[in-house]
């Protein structure tokens, strides 16, 4: 693994929007790239004048959105019996995946949006989506406002919290570690919000059930 930090951040450094993009692609699809390695060290070019901040975020997003409307149609196309029992050989295990199409099920765009605000999940939401034939659109919106919003988080901490040595010294794993650090709180204010989001739901959706109730029972 940590020979394909060193590849993938070479790719940041040698490739610009066009490695952002791929990277970011993958790390919205099955292989676990960690968007902590490519949003934040590209950030940090743009504010040395190597590329434009905007174009950054842009390349990040446009990469997420990219990758997991591949995943979410390679998904409604193979269905939930094949990724079951073939899933594990690409590290989808079928609880995870079980987990996600719960959640999505549930919760509809709005989980997609927050779980692309969530480490783990963000790169296993579109496979539910997929299987559950979610409306595309509503899916493409959801992915594209909660990508945008990941990268444009990790672009404006990478700008501040990486430096020169870090890039030089071409060491991804202490550059993620420093990101993580940064990012703890954030993270723990969207679970937050998640939770929030996915209680309201519950309670409409019993709200919803016992209004049902109320009508038949005066029928």
Same mark, same amino acid.
């Given at each position: 693994?940590? /020979?394909? =930090?060193?590849?993938?951040? *070479? +790719?940041?450094? $040698? %490739?610009? @929007?066009?490695?952002?993009?791929?990277?970011?692609?993958?790390?919205?699809?099955?292989?676990?790239?960690?968007?902590?390695?490519?949003?934040?060290?590209?950030?940090?070019?743009?504010?040395?004048?190597?590329?434009? =901040?905007?174009?950054?975020?842009?390349?990040?997003?446009?990469?997420? @959105? #990219?990758?997991?409307?591949?995943? &979410? +149609?390679?998904?409604?196309?193979?269905?939930?019996?094949?990724?079951?029992?073939?899933?594990?050989? !690409?590290?989808?295990?079928?609880?995870?995946?079980?987990?996600?199409?719960? +959640?999505?099920?549930?919760?509809?765009? *709005?989980?997609? #949006?927050?779980?692309?605000? =969530?480490? !783990?999940?963000? /790169?296993? !939401?579109?496979?539910?989506?997929?299987?559950?034939?979610?409306? #595309?659109?509503?899916?493409?919106?959801?992915?594209?406002?909660?990508?945008?919003? %990941?990268?444009?988080?990790?672009?404006? &901490?990478?700008?501040?919290?990486?430096?020169?040595?870090?890039?030089?010294?071409?060491?991804?794993?202490?550059?993620? /570690?420093?990101?993580?650090?940064?990012?703890?709180?954030?993270? !723990?204010?969207?679970?937050?919000?998640?939770?929030? &989001?996915?209680?309201?739901?519950?309670?409409?959706?019993?709200?919803?059930a016992g209004a049902a109730k109320t009508t038949e029972?005066? $029928?």
């Open positions: 693994m940590q /020979h394909l =930090l060193e590849i993938w951040f *070479g +790719w940041v450094k $040698d %490739w610009g @929007y066009l490695g952002v993009f791929l990277l970011m692609a993958l790390e919205s699809s099955i292989v676990p790239v960690p968007s902590e390695i490519v949003m934040p060290p590209a950030a940090y070019l743009a504010a040395q004048g190597q590329m434009n =901040l905007g174009g950054v975020i842009l390349a990040g997003t446009a990469g997420s @959105y #990219f990758g997991s409307a591949v995943s &979410y +149609w390679v998904s409604k196309w193979l269905g939930l019996p094949i990724i079951q029992r073939f899933g594990k050989y !690409v590290f989808l295990k079928p609880e995870k995946i079980a987990q996600a199409q719960a +959640w999505v099920e549930r919760f509809g765009a *709005g989980g997609v #949006f927050f779980a692309r605000l =969530l480490p !783990v999940v963000r /790169h296993l !939401v579109s496979i539910p989506a997929g299987i559950l034939s979610m409306p #595309f659109a509503r899916f493409s919106a959801a992915t594209t406002i909660g990508a945008g919003i %990941w990268c444009t988080i990790l672009s404006l &901490y990478g700008k501040e919290v990486i430096t020169k040595e870090m890039i030089e010294a071409s060491n991804p794993e202490a550059l993620k /570690h420093a990101i993580k650090a940064k990012l703890g709180m954030i993270v !723990v204010g969207i679970v937050g919000l998640a939770l929030a &989001y996915g209680l309201m739901m519950f309670l409409r959706s019993k709200a919803g029972a005066k $029928d």
